[in-house]
């Protein structure tokens, strides 16, 4: 039901833009209600914005207040005004705060200056991100890096170092599948810069179940993020749309290996489509893993050997290089700033960077016995990394 109306109208809806939808005054908890509304998709709620905008200023401020007819006066039809209605009321909002909360996941909307930029810039940016893990990274230059799921040992071992090149200067991005997305998630996640796994399911639930070790490391010391709200069921058609967004938060694409009719290859044709740039790593010509790589240096992809290839190309829009530590064990680069904590305090300190935060909650998140916790605080304090404020809650400096 849901797609055959979205479908209806997807051909006579416009992209909205991030001034026009914040003029309309939509409240984001309002945007998230929508969102997460049965039969209520991409299209209908840019129709939604497009009506505010025709309307004037403000004129979507009020809409948690709205009822059926209003919701139906904006073009949705009986079941999805019925159901806009009943998830925007305040007792619906609320329940869904304490669903995210007890999963440990935040909400980045559309109308939020923690929006990634570069996502805004595709023709159909998702109105909400779902996220568990470092939300900085979002925030910082970022490579993707794709490839087949049934990955040689040569492709699995290029990926893995690969993404550990790139990351001591961008954000690693893919899609946490088995093969090439799972190695370059390996490689990356203890780099600086880190890497973010875009799921097609909700960030609750790990897909793969093979992935489940690198799925709770990545929510620990990397970012899991999607565009589908909790509890949703997976299906194939969720696929194409996660790789729109692994495509949108990139500067480019790196395929590792692909057949001619892989997955990666429509993530390579989405940033082609968003005027992003593609790089191939070379594999053998004779392998059919490889053979879709290959075939896209036909379509103009450029060559790349090592992480320094994508250094240089982007070196125009790159913070300055890592300089190797001083005497005194200080460090300065892209992304070096944490780099002289231990694990346990790095994880706490990205724990209170995410958000301030009580010795309950920190002992919760972390899963530290208290007297580990407090020793922990204490080190973080005299480090001058974060500071304890009235209600003993502790904010990063």
Not at 264 to 293: C, E, H, K, M, W
Request: aromatic share 6%; with cysteine; glycine share 10%.
């Amino acid at each position: 039901m849901r797609e055959n109306e979205e479908n209806g109208k997807k051909e006579n809806v416009r992209v909205v833009s991030l001034a026009e939808a914040r003029e309309t005054g939509m409240p984001r908890e309002v945007l998230i209600s929508l969102h997460e509304t049965e039969g209520v998709g991409r299209v209908t709620i840019a129709t939604i914005f497009l009506y505010g905008v025709m309307k004037g200023p403000g004129s979507l401020r009020h809409t948690g207040d709205f009822l059926a007819g209003d919701w139906r006066d904006m073009g949705l039809s009986a079941r999805q005004a019925l159901a806009a209605e009943k998830s925007v009321r305040p007792a619906a909002r609320e329940r869904r705060r304490s669903r995210h909360a007890a999963g440990r996941m935040g909400a980045v909307t559309y109308l939020d200056d923690e929006y990634p930029a570069l996502l805004r810039e595709i023709s159909d940016p998702p109105w909400v991100l779902y996220c568990r893990g470092r939300l900085e990274l979002l925030q910082r230059p970022a490579i993707a890096i794709v490839g087949t799921r049934l990955a040689t040992g040569y492709g699995r071992k290029v990926a893995e170092q690969f993404a550990e090149g790139c990351a001591g200067r961008m954000t690693v991005v893919s899609g946490l599948a088995k093969g090439i997305d799972a190695a370059a998630h390996r490689g990356a996640v203890s780099g600086a810069c880190g890497t973010i796994a875009v799921l097609a399911g909700g960030v609750d639930r790990c897909y793969p179940p093979e992935n489940a070790a690198l799925y709770r490391e990545m929510g620990m010391h990397g970012l899991l993020l999607s565009e589908s709200p909790p509890d949703t069921i997976l299906h194939p058609g969720l696929f194409p749309l996660r790789n729109r967004i692994i495509a949108g938060l990139s500067y480019g694409v790196v395929v590792v290996e692909a057949a001619r009719r892989s997955g990666a290859l429509i993530t390579a044709d989405l940033a082609s489509g968003y005027n992003r740039d593609v790089f191939v790593i070379p594999g053998q010509v004779t392998s059919p893993r490889s053979l879709g790589a290959l075939e896209y240096y036909r379509k103009g992809a450029h060559p790349a050997l090592d992480a320094s290839d994508i250094f240089q190309y982007y070196e125009y829009r790159l913070p300055p290089a890592a300089r190797p530590k001083t005497g005194n064990g200080e460090a300065s680069g892209a992304c070096g700033e944490e780099e002289e904590l231990r694990a346990d305090e790095l994880l706490v300190y990205r724990l209170i960077l995410d958000r301030p935060s009580s010795v309950d909650e920190l002992a919760v998140f972390s899963g530290m016995t208290f007297g580990h916790l407090h020793s922990i605080l204490l080190s973080l304090q005299i480090k001058r990394r974060i500071e304890q404020q009235p209600g003993s809650v502790y904010h990063v400096l």
